[in-house]
């Protein structure tokens, strides 16, 4: 579905990231990891054609990413920010339903077909009850969720989401990701997710990105890159590795750097 050869990105004369490829399949569930700085919102900002290579290419369904139309691309694609501002006090319901807008044509209504469609995924992401709010009334994290939703009536092939779990509690994060897993699985969204938190990725991605001063450390399933040495080659941490008690998926443990114990 997605081919990266070799890409380089910039911001004025200063690489950011350089020199990654990849390729991801159609039905993957891609974490891309990394400290601050390393390139991964850049990254994200590239795949969507945010942001273009200096060098290299990028491919999506076979097409050079930059041949679509942005209509087109729009019906396949859907992008959530870390964080967006909304300038004007739109309802909850109102900004979802822009995420049909790739589907109408000029000055078209909505569909009976696209009001059924935003009230599914408010439901789905719990914001059936806040249809009616302004969005300058909703907390970091309902705003998140709001924008997660108007991504989900693209009804795209391929989520691209930048810390989709930022400004949420730790219930509404694995809700989140929850909802993104099924979806992954069930309609066979491909999913590329910038996350910070090493343990929800190995716990909910099948394969581990890992960016580090721009570029690609590591690439493989969560068992084969969260190793202790690597980890600590990264984030510059020493750690220990145990087994998920449930999932047997790698989690990451913090080890104080004072030697304290108990």
């Known amino acids: 579905m997605l081919v990266v050869e070799n890409i380089t990105l910039t911001y004025g004369q200063k690489p950011v990231v350089e020199q990654v490829s990849f390729n991801i399949p159609s039905g993957q569930f891609v974490a891309v990891l990394g400290p601050n700085g390393s390139g991964k919102s850049t990254l994200l900002r590239a795949l969507c054609r945010l942001h273009r290579p200096q060098e290299g290419s990028i491919y999506?369904?076979?097409?050079?990413?930059?041949?679509?139309?942005?209509?087109?691309?729009?019906?396949?694609?859907?992008?959530?920010?870390?964080?967006?501002?909304?300038?004007?006090?739109?309802?909850?319901?109102?900004?979802?339903?822009?995420?049909?807008?790739?589907?109408?044509?000029?000055?078209?209504?909505?569909?009976?077909?696209?009001?059924?469609?935003?009230?599914?995924?408010?439901?789905?992401?719990?914001?059936?009850?806040?249809?009616?709010?302004?969005?300058?009334?909703?907390?970091?994290?309902?705003?998140?969720?709001?924008?997660?939703?108007?991504?989900?009536?693209q009804e795209p092939q391929l989520l691209l989401l930048d810390e989709p779990t930022n400004h949420l509690d730790i219930n509404h994060q694995l809700e989140i990701l929850d909802l993104i897993a099924s979806l992954n699985r069930e309609q066979n969204i491909t999913v590329i997710a910038v996350l910070h938190d090493l343990n929800l990725a190995a716990l909910y991605a099948e394969r581990l990105l890992v960016l580090k001063a721009?570029?690609?450390?590591?690439?493989?399933?969560?068992?084969?890159?969260?190793?202790?040495?690597?980890?600590?080659?990264?984030?510059?941490?020493?750690?220990?590795?145990?087994?998920?008690?449930?999932?047997?998926?790698?989690?990451?443990?913090?080890?104080?750097?004072?030697?304290?114990?108990?």
């Open 60 to 153: 999506f369904a076979g097409r050079d990413l930059h041949h679509w139309g942005h209509r087109e691309l729009a019906q396949k694609m859907a992008f959530v920010r870390q964080s967006s501002t909304v300038a004007f006090d739109f309802t909850v319901e109102e900004l979802v339903m822009l995420g049909r807008m790739p589907y109408l044509r000029r000055f078209q209504a909505e569909t009976e077909h696209d009001y059924a469609l935003v009230r599914h995924y408010l439901q789905l992401t719990g914001l059936w009850p806040l249809r009616h709010r302004g969005l300058h009334s909703l907390s970091g994290g309902e705003l998140q969720r709001a924008f997660l939703c108007q991504a989900l009536v």
């Open 214 to 262: 721009g570029r690609l450390l590591a690439d493989g399933s969560p068992g084969d890159v969260l190793r202790s040495d690597l980890v600590q080659q990264t984030y510059g941490c020493a750690v220990s590795i145990l087994a998920h008690p449930v999932s047997n998926r790698p989690q990451v443990l913090l080890l104080p750097q004072t030697g304290q114990e108990g």
